[in-house]
């Protein structure tokens, strides 16, 4: 299973709807990074994703993007094959 990176905060609702979508998925581990919790971590993500808002996940080197991202991408049927590469 490839590594699941997620930045978030600790009261966030999209990104428990997320972490519930991936574990549906087959993901055991996500690693959770809280933007709230070190504001570094904010800069870095904004740096890497371009956005503001939480949840912004990684699956492997890939940025999928928001919860509505990973949503359109499970839907689309995309998102097993990305969490089995």
């Known amino acids: 299973m490839t590594k ?6 600790t009261v966030c609702p999209f990104c ?5 979508l991936l574990k549906q998925r087959g993901v055991e581990e996500i690693e959770k990074i809280f933007i ?6 904010r800069d870095i993500m904004m740096e890497r994703t371009g956005r503001r808002t939480v949840p912004q996940i990684y699956i492997g080197e890939k940025h999928v ?4 991202d990973l949503a359109a991408l499970d839907r689309e049927g995309g998102l097993v094959p990305l969490l089995s590469a």
């Open 36 to 41: 709230d919790r070190d504001p570094a971590q």
């Open 65 to 68: 993007g928001g919860y509505d």
């Open 4 to 9: 699941v990176i997620m930045y978030s905060t």
């Open 16 to 20: 428990t709807r997320a972490e519930m």
